[in-house]
T-cell receptor, first 115, second 116 residues
Framework: AQSVTQLGSHVSVSEGALVLLRCNYSSSVPPYLFWYVQYPNQGLQLLLKYTSAATLVKGINGFEAEFKKSETSFHLTKPSAHMSDAAEYFCAVSGTKTSYDKVIFGPGTSLSVIP | DVKVTQSSRYLVKRTGEKVFLECVQDMDHENMFWYRQDPGLGLRLIYFSYDVKMKEKGDIPEGYSVSREKKERFSLILESASTNQTSMYLC???????????????FGPGTRLTVL
C-alpha cells in the first residue's frame, strides 16, 4: 500500500529564509510524486511533479523538489520565502500505471512566513 | 485555463437532510473526483468517475453516493446528513492519461459543509 508522511504539521520561517518541507513516501512500485499548494479558501493547485525523468524537479513560484529513492523522500524547498508563500502544502503519491491513478495525499504542512 | 466550479462555498444543513453537492468542469475531462478534507488527515477520496454513468468507490464511500449523467458534471449526494460529515469537500477533474502517464488533477474551490 502506498502512503505519505509529512514531517511537521506547521512550519514557520522568516521572510527571505530557506523553506524546507519534508515528505517521505512508501510505494511498492516506482512512484509518481507531487506537491500541491492550497491558499486560504481555495482549492489545491499543482506546484510540481516527479514522473521518473529528472530527479530534481522545478515548479512554479520558485519551488523545487528532489526525488531521493534511497531515502524514499521528496522534500520541497525554496531558497527565499515570500509572504505570499504562506499556505497549506500537500505531498502526494501515485504509482499504478493505469488509466486512472489513485493519488494518496499526505496530511499537509501549514507554512507561515514571518515578516 | 481549466475551471472547476462547485455549487456552493458554504453550506449549513441539519442532521437527516439530503444534501447535494454539485461540481462542473469546463475542459472535457474524463475523470472526476470527490474528496473530503479534514485537518491532519489530508484529502481522502470518496468516489471517482472515469466516464459518464461510471463510478468507483474511493477510500471512504460510506454515507455518500454520486451521480454522473453528463461528462462535465459530477454530483455528490449525502442521503441523510450526519454531524460527522461536517467537512470541506473538494471536487477535482483530470484527463484520462495514456497508459503509463499521469495527468494533473484540477481542483475546485471547495464546499465547506456544516451539519448541525
Amino acid at each position: 500500500a502506498q502512503s505519505v508522511t509529512q514531517l511537521g504539521s506547521h512550519v514557520s520561517v522568516s521572510e527571505g529564509a530557506l523553506v524546507l518541507l519534508r515528505c517521505n513516501y512508501s510505494s511498492s512500485v516506482p512512484p509518481y510524486l507531487f506537491w500541491y499548494v492550497q491558499y486560504p479558501n481555495q482549492g489545491l493547485q499543482l506546484l510540481l511533479k516527479y514522473t521518473s525523468a529528472a530527479t530534481l524537479v522545478k515548479g512554479i513560484n520558485g519551488f523545487e523538489a528532489e526525488f531521493k529513492k534511497s531515502e524514499t523522500s521528496f522534500h520541497l524547498t525554496k531558497p527565499s520565502a515570500h509572504m505570499s508563500d504562506a499556505a497549506e502544502y500537500f505531498c502526494a503519491v501515485s504509482g499504478t500505471k493505469t488509466s486512472y491513478d489513485k493519488v494518496i495525499f499526505g496530511p499537509g504542512t501549514s507554512l507561515s512566513v514571518i515578516p | 485555463d481549466v475551471k472547476v466550479t462547485q455549487s456552493s462555498r458554504y453550506l449549513v444543513k441539519r442532521t437527516g437532510e439530503k444534501v447535494f453537492l454539485e461540481c462542473v468542469q469546463d475542459m472535457d475531462h474524463e475523470n472526476m473526483f470527490w474528496y473530503r478534507q479534514d485537518p491532519g488527515l489530508g484529502l481522502r477520496l470518496i468516489y471517482f468517475s472515469y466516464d459518464v454513468k461510471m463510478k468507483e468507490k474511493g477510500d471512504i464511500p460510506e454515507g455518500y453516493s454520486v451521480s454522473r449523467e453528463k461528462k462535465e458534471r459530477f454530483s455528490l449526494i449525502l442521503e441523510s446528513a450526519s454531524t460527522n460529515q461536517t467537512s470541506m469537500y473538494l471536487c477535482a477533474s483530470s484527463l484520462r492519461p495514456p497508459f503509463g502517464a499521469y495527468n494533473e488533477q484540477f481542483f475546485g474551490p471547495g464546499t465547506r459543509l456544516t451539519v448541525l
